[in-house]
């Protein structure tokens, strides 16, 4: 169950650099530290040196180290938001969140998983839902109809942006890529008759699945769909 991150009062005092500490500044220099080079530098301690100020500071904006992770989450999902044009079709529209969303989530690769497996209950994951309910319900989706599909390609999003997410070395892609090669184009037909068949197109079993899979979603509602 999601719990609220920040504390209603917090007393607002320099830092020992100077610097008047809230939720905001606190939030940028614990993602600063997440996706620093060489990986994912983030521990309170860090953070209280990042900012200038003593760690247990940290508390009196957040319950703990995962309360502030959680408010990050929602805090990303603003990058979508805040730049959301809504199109004139409820569908395309759809198709621009859903593609905001898992852009937003490869821009931050190592807060994917934790984005795709946790509900926030933060105003911008509300925002979203409230965003993508109301345009299946403009589409003429009655209220469970509605909600239903919403989850299905929120999940189908999030899913995909934590696969895609994956940090690979140069090195480690290469290698992957030289291995199916190699599997591809020894298959035995009388083992594999009907991969041989397709041998040419196997390497497509690699390419991101985000942009099928979302047409296939968007395809199935507009048939269902009364406008």
């Given at each position: 169950m999601a719990t609220r991150s920040t504390s209603i009062r917090v007393r607002r005092r320099p830092?020992?650099?100077g610097v008047v500490l809230d939720a905001d500044l606190i939030i940028a220099a614990a993602l600063r530290l997440i996706e620093a080079p060489g990986g994912n530098a983030l521990t309170v301690r860090r953070l209280g040196v990042e900012l200038g100020a003593d760690p247990s500071a940290i508390y009196r904006y957040f319950r703990n180290l995962d309360a502030m992770l959680i408010a990050i989450t929602d805090r990303l999902l603003a990058e979508t938001l805040d730049g959301f044009v809504p199109a004139a079709h409820w569908a395309d529209s759809l198709r621009a969140l859903a593609e905001g969303v898992y852009r937003s989530m490869l821009?931050?690769?190592?807060l994917a998983l934790l984005r795709a497996v946790r509900f926030t209950a933060g105003p911008n994951e509300l925002r979203a839902?409230?965003?993508g309910i109301g345009l299946l319900m403009s589409a003429g989706f009655s209220g469970p109809d509605?909600?239903?599909h919403?989850?299905?390609?929120i999940e189908a999003v999030y899913a995909l942006a934590a696969i895609d997410a994956s940090e690979m070395t140069a090195e480690q892609e290469r290698?992957?890529?030289?291995a199916l090669s190699r599997a591809y184009a020894t298959l035995p037909a009388?083992?594999?008759?009907?991969?041989?068949?397709?041998?040419?197109d196997l390497p497509a079993m690699s390419e991101p699945a985000f942009p099928g899979v979302l047409e296939k979603l968007l395809d199935g509602f507009l048939m269902v769909s009364k406008r």
């Open positions: 830092t020992r650099a821009r931050h690769p190592r839902a409230d965003l509605a909600v239903r919403y989850r299905d390609l290698a992957e890529e030289q009388e083992d594999y008759p009907h991969l041989a068949a397709v041998r040419a």
